[in-house]
């Protein structure tokens, strides 16, 4: 028989756990497979069953992470970003900063975007326009969320919200 979404879901979160830790200690890519799961309690083949490569581990978690966030925050939209929702945005990645420093110390915040791409990212429909439109702001605020990481949170989500929104009222007027 096999194992439940929940049991599935904890082990795989377990591993991502772990990694986070090991990274704290030393490099990205001197991290193994046997140490992650060592860490996590759990066997290699719960790795070898969920996971193809690590940065999948990372995406997991900060899905996971905005999953539970917009939960508790009982967000309406959650699945594609709109203007409306920056201030949500900025405040959840302000609350798992510890999260986004590890990992950008790791060089990996590809799995930051991985993670933000599905998230922000659902299937556009047959409306290209809305499509470039849905693309364009997850690429900017993405860029700013980047940024942001890099300058290491100088500024608070409220800040970047106003940022963000004169950002967007700067790029209108080059149109």
């Known amino acids: 028989m ?12 377990c591993l991502s756990d772990a990694l986070i830790r090991l990274m704290r200690e030393k490099p990205f890519d001197k ?6 799961a060592e860490e996590a ?4 083949s719960t790795w070898f ?26 967000l309406a939209v959650r699945s594609r970003f709109t203007p409306d929702n920056a201030e949500d945005f900025f405040q959840f990645n ?8 590890v990992v950008y110390s790791a ?11 599905q998230i922000m990212m659902p299937p556009c429909g047959a409306d290209a326009t809305e499509c470039y439109r849905a ?5 900017g605020l ?10 290491g949170f100088k500024e608070s989500p409220d800040e970047m919200v106003r940022i963000f929104w004169r950002v967007m009222e700067d790029g209108s007027k080059i149109i």
Not at 31 to 36: F, G, H, P, R, T
Not at 94 to 101: A, G, M, T
Not at 107 to 117: K, N, P, R, T
């Open 2 to 13: 096999g194992r439940g979404t929940k049991t599935t879901e904890f082990l795989k979160e």
């Open 31 to 36: 991290i193994s497979i046997n140490e992650m």
């Open 41 to 44: 309690g759990v066997n290699r």
């Open 49 to 74: 069953r969920n996971f193809s490569n690590k940065s999948e581990v990372l995406t997991f978690k900060f899905i996971l992470l905005w999953n539970r966030w917009s939960d508790e925050h009982s």
């Open 94 to 101: 302000y609350e798992i900063k510890h999260i986004l420093q």
């Open 107 to 117: 060089d990996m915040q590809s799995a930051v975007y991985d993670a933000f791409y």
């Open 135 to 139: 693309r364009f702001y997850s690429y």
């Open 142 to 151: 993405f860029g700013l969320l980047d940024e942001w990481v890099r300058r």
